[in-house]
T-cell receptor, first 114, second 116 residues
């Protein structure tokens, strides 16, 4: 039962434009979310998180938006750079709030074209 | 700044052999997690430790899998009688859990296991 869903396996964006990666979830008890970036043959790298009490969190070029009523979050990258080409994973705590492991979406492969 | 390290980075073994992986977490972190990732999937939770105590094991973790964190520092994951279906990337992550805060987990580079 996939509680965190990333429905776009891949996304292609031109360098300098905005990249928007989407994530849907089913468990309304999730109280925070995280985004990770993964290059081939490396472990996931933490990017940004958001608490469910907020609807936006920003860190440099990265902004995450949370829409609790729609059970949807998105990661915006502006402007997109070639080094942003990677697989991006959305994650949430497995137990809906406990610190006992994360559940991940299947990832979206972002390709930044020159 | 030392991140999470894992050893070996790659392991090729024959079906039926035993393998052991090691994870060294970020030194001040109290939580240590093991995940498994296969092609086209996100990481899947296997087990985690709070200091030296193993607090939860996923149903994915069959009896052939065992994990330890003997002194609350490094951890080992052993797979006995490996099967081809065990071929995957095994990821270790650590975090410093403070009550009420987001559990931000930092991952190591992973160990790629190939079972022939």
């Amino acid at each position: 039962d996939q509680q965190v869903k990333q429905n776009s396996p891949s996304l292609s964006v031109q360098e300098g434009r905005i990249s928007i990666l989407n994530c849907d979830y089913t468990n309304s008890m999730f109280d925070y979310f995280l985004w990770y970036k993964k290059y081939p043959a490396e472990g996931p790298t933490f990017l940004i998180s958001i608490s469910s009490i907020k609807d936006k969190n920003e860190d440099g070029r990265f902004t995450v938006f949370l829409n609790k009523s729609a059970k949807h979050l998105s990661l915006h990258i502006v402007p997109s750079q070639p080094g942003d080409s990677a697989v991006y994973f959305c994650a949430a705590p497995r137990a809906g709030g406990g610190a006992d492991g994360l559940t991940f979406g299947k990832g979206t492969h972002l390709i930044i074209q020159p | 700044d030392t991140g999470v390290s894992q050893d070996p980075r790659h392991k090729i073994t024959k079906r039926g052999q035993n393998v052991t992986f090691r994870c060294d977490p970020i030194s001040e972190h109290n939580r240590l997690y093991w995940y498994r990732q296969t092609l086209g999937q996100g990481p899947e939770f296997l087990t985690y430790f709070q200091n030296e105590a193993q607090l939860e094991k996923s149903r994915l973790l069959s009896d052939r899998f065992s994990a330890e964190r003997p002194k609350g520092s490094f951890s080992t994951l052993e797979i006995q009688r490996t099967e081809q279906g065990d071929s995957a990337m095994y990821l270790c992550a650590s975090s410093l859990v403070i009550a009420g805060d987001i559990d931000t987990q930092y991952f190591g580079p992973g160990t790629r296991l190939t079972v022939l």
